[in-house]
Every structure is written in C-alpha cells, then in structure tokens.
C-alpha cells in the first residue's frame, strides 16, 4: 500500500513539474515595461539562451555586440552594447524587452520576440505572400526567451 502511494505521488509531482503553466504571449502582463513572471514557470538555461543568441529567430548579434560572445562574426552596431546588461536591468525588465521591447521603448527598432498580435502586415514567413489564417507564433517560444534574459544575466561588467 505505501508502495503505491508512494509511486501516486511521485507521478503527481512529476505531473506538476512537466505542466509548468506558460503564459501564453496575449496574456503577458507588462509592468512599465517589465514581466515580473516567467513565461514559461521554468528557469532560463544560459548556456541555450548563447545559442539563441547567436542563431536562429533569436539573432541577437546581428544588432548588438557581446563581447562574451566574440568568437563569433558579424556584432551588429544598431542596437546597443549588451555588455554589463545584468547590470543595467532587473531580470524583468529584461523579460520584457526580450519579449517586447516596443512596451518599454516606442520607438524600438527591435523585433518583439514574444509578441503574436497587433502587427501592421504580418507576412507569411519569407513569401512576400500576407499571412494565411493560421495562429500567429512567436519568434521565440516563452522557455526561449527564459533562457536568453538568464544568458543576458550572466552579462555583468568585470
């Protein structure tokens, strides 16, 4: 009996820890621009948020340079330097410009990454084509942009 109470629990838990509730990007309550709450109720994983950094929907060099990241080619001089960003702003605040930098700046040339409404023209990927009726996705899915804003707070001055 306490075997199988033992194993009920365990798959309660274990249950509990799989189903970490995901703020989905419409419900997303910014603060002056900041997410208290994580996206994704899961903490950020530095070392995929460098990933993200580096490639894919995140790109983040493309516009800024990481010193920490220097090994690789092409730091984009638009936006601003990343480096000692941990130092600048609160974790939450980074969540919320990751997310959707334009709530904290209006006038931002940055994508919004967590953001799946209230786009102008919308297109639908690279086909020149308007968007078709399937759901908007994020650029970066809510555990991405966790694991960037824990990169970015390993970024502090030396």
């Given at each position: 009996?306490?075997?199988?109470?033992?194993?009920?629990?365990?798959?309660?838990?274990a249950?509990?820890?799989a189903?970490?509730?995901?703020?989905?990007?419409?419900?997303?309550?910014?603060?002056?621009?900041?997410?208290?709450?994580?996206?994704s109720?899961?903490?950020?994983?530095?070392?995929?948020?460098?990933?993200?950094?580096?490639?894919?929907?995140?790109?983040?060099?493309?516009c800024?340079?990481?010193?920490?990241?220097?090994?690789?080619?092409?730091?984009?001089?638009?936006?601003?330097?990343?480096?000692?960003?941990?130092?600048?702003?609160?974790?939450?605040?980074?969540?919320?410009?990751?997310?959707?930098?334009?709530?904290?700046?209006?006038?931002?040339?940055?994508?919004?990454?967590?953001?799946?409404?209230?786009?102008?023209?919308?297109?639908?990927?690279?086909?020149?084509?308007?968007?078709?009726?399937?759901?908007?996705?994020?650029?970066?899915?809510?555990?991405?942009?966790?694991?960037?804003?824990?990169?970015?707070?390993?970024?502090?001055?030396?």
């Open positions: 009996m306490n075997y199988a109470l033992g194993l009920g629990l365990a798959a309660t838990l249950g509990t820890i189903t970490a509730e995901v703020v989905k990007p419409t419900d997303v309550v910014y603060v002056e621009g900041a997410v208290e709450t994580s996206l109720g899961t903490a950020g994983d530095p070392q995929n948020g460098a990933e993200i950094m580096n490639k894919g929907a995140g790109n983040c060099i493309a800024h340079q990481v010193d920490a990241l220097s090994h690789l080619p092409f730091h984009g001089e638009i936006g601003p330097p990343l480096n000692g960003v941990a130092d600048r702003w609160s974790e939450a605040e980074l969540r919320g410009i990751v997310a959707n930098a334009k709530v904290m700046f209006e006038d931002s040339m940055m994508p919004s990454f967590y953001r799946t409404e209230g786009f102008t023209r919308l297109g639908d990927a690279y086909t020149g084509k308007a968007h078709g009726d399937a759901e908007v996705q994020p650029l970066l899915a809510a555990q991405e942009v966790e694991d960037v804003v824990a990169y970015l707070m390993t970024l502090k001055e030396e």
